[in-house]
């Protein structure tokens, strides 16, 4: 009798081991699933297939910036706004714009598409002079360069970069650095 | 009965041969998941790591400035620049010490005046601890436009960096200076030849200059030129021990027979830079006659 309740003890242990193995495993599976890119099984529609992608690949850059000094992060983020612009990607970059800027020069996206097709340059590099801080914001000294252009240096500009968390972040430029360069190319 | 018997027996045999295996299976899976879920967590909370500490001071030691005074600080700060940006000015003015008030302003149109070139366009703000010494937490508060609204279009990126002082008074109240003002103190320092009677009266300290107060009586019946800039510089002094420093006003200081007329010779100096004015000094009095001639010449010491 002592020997069956024994038994029976140990089974009971067995079936309670397998069982958690069996929740970890699942916990395991839901775990690794959020970091995986592009997994049909789980995913319905191409809206959220392609919402989940851009998760991850928030996710991916995230853990990137966190590597990255303060100075490459905000540098990072201003080059993503000129490589929107580059690709002429206006919503990407327009999204990123402050509220009031907006309010200030840009109503609509459309008058920054404008003035981006108009001003700015399509093929560019761009050199930090100068990076300072103040408070929480970033003011950056900028050299955009139109490499298609026999000019070396084409104009000079200000970025102003705040950033609210990991690849959150919002900004604005000195309207007129890319209108008084214009102004004097087209007065040659 | 058999069958059952051969079953327990398997698995008995089954337990006793893998059940050591089974558990330290299950103790290194279980610690993978653990250390798996703990990096998890710690991704997600990665906040953005800045160099920016506002209250640990930029000069000097590792002090950080105590949390109530920090509080006192970031509170005062917010209030007055709000009161500056919409004008109300009195009640900005109502925030600063009286101390500050009756040394630094003097009077209310005086503060006013200072105040609206600070704000003349709506100001935001930058707040950094800067240094920490003898009981008072100076703050760099850099004043600048909005440049994240402008984008700094069509100006250009400058800012005011405007001192704040943080202090205790005598009822252990947290009282707030500004425009650098830190103290005034009495002094009693008189020194008196025929000619000249000198009274050191005051000495207000800002945190990157100090003024004295002085009080000049010429007893005699020639002209005293105290400063005229013919010696270059080197007329007006104080003495902080290795080295001197030279008034930085540099208006004329002469005195007719029987004059007397109070100065405010003006030193650069940091508060915090550990050195203490020993005197200041007059090192070139000249005492003319009506033709400008020479007849007397000495220096004046005024020891603290």
Not at chain 1, 54 to 66: A, E, R, V, Y
Not at chain 2, 268 to 290: H, M, P
């Amino acid at each position: 009798m002592k020997k069956n309740i024994k038994f029976l003890l140990l089974i009971f242990i067995f079936i309670l081991i397998l069982l958690v193995f069996i929740i970890m495993l699942f916990s395991l599976k839901n775990n690794n699933d959020k970091y995986k890119t592009g997994d049909a099984v789980t995913v319905k529609t191409t809206v959220e297939m392609e919402k989940k992608a851009n998760s991850d690949i928030n996710d991916s850059i995230k853990q990137t910036l966190s590597g990255l000094s303060e100075q490459k992060r905000i540098e990072y983020y201003a080059s993503q706004f000129i490589k929107a612009l580059e690709a002429r990607n206006i919503s990407k970059a327009y999204r990123v714009l402050n509220d009031d800027f907006k309010n200030n020069y840009f109503n609509t996206q459309k008058s920054f598409e404008e003035y981006i097709k108009k001003y700015f340059p399509k093929e560019t590099s761009i050199d930090y002079e100068n990076i300072e801080r103040l408070g929480e914001i970033y003011v950056l000294v900028v050299d955009v360069k139109d490499i298609l252009s026999s000019d070396p240096n084409n104009f000079q500009c200000y970025i102003v970069v705040k950033e609210n968390d990991l690849n959150d972040y919002e900004l604005s430029f000195s309207v007129d650095s890319a209108m008084e360069k214009y102004s004097e190319e087209t007065e040659d | 009965m058999r069958l059952k018997a051969d079953i327990e027996l398997k698995i008995r045999r089954f337990f006793r041969k893998y059940g050591k295996t089974i558990i330290i299976v299950f103790v290194i899976f279980s610690i993978i998941l653990v250390v798996n879920k703990f990096a998890g967590e710690l991704n997600k909370n990665k906040t953005p790591k800045t160099t920016y500490k506002p209250n640990v001071p930029i000069m000097g030691d590792t002090d950080t400035v105590p949390k109530k005074v920090q509080k006192s600080v970031e509170d005062f700060i917010d209030e007055y620049i709000s009161y500056c940006n919409l004008g109300e000015y009195n009640k900005a003015y109502e925030m600063i010490s009286d101390d500050c008030k009756e040394n630094y302003f003097g009077t209310y149109t005086d503060y006013e005046n200072y105040i609206k070139k600070r704000f003349a366009t709506h100001k935001e703000y930058a707040l950094q601890s800067y240094s920490l010494y003898n009981g008072k937490y100076i703050y760099s508060v850099k004043l600048f436009d909005d440049f994240l609204a402008t984008g700094i279009t069509n100006s250009t990126y400058r800012y005011i960096d405007e001192k704040i002082i943080a202090s205790y008074d005598e009822n252990k109240k947290i009282v707030f200076s500004v425009g650098g003002f830190i103290d005034k103190n009495e002094v009693q320092c008189v020194q008196e030849n025929k000619y000249l009677k000198v009274d050191v009266n005051e000495k207000i300290t800002f945190y990157e200059f100090e003024e004295y107060k002085i009080k000049l009586t010429n007893r005699s019946d020639y002209k005293i030129i105290i400063q005229n800039n013919e010696v270059e510089n080197t007329e007006v002094l104080i003495d902080l021990g290795n080295e001197s420093r030279s008034n930085l006003n540099t208006d004329e200081i002469i005195l007719d027979p029987h004059e007397s007329y109070d100065i405010i010779p003006s030193f650069s100096k940091s508060f915090d830079n550990g050195k203490t004015t020993q005197s200041v000094i007059f090192s070139s009095i000249r005492v003319v006659d009506e033709n400008n001639e020479e007849i007397d010449k000495f220096s004046m010491t005024m020891g603290f």
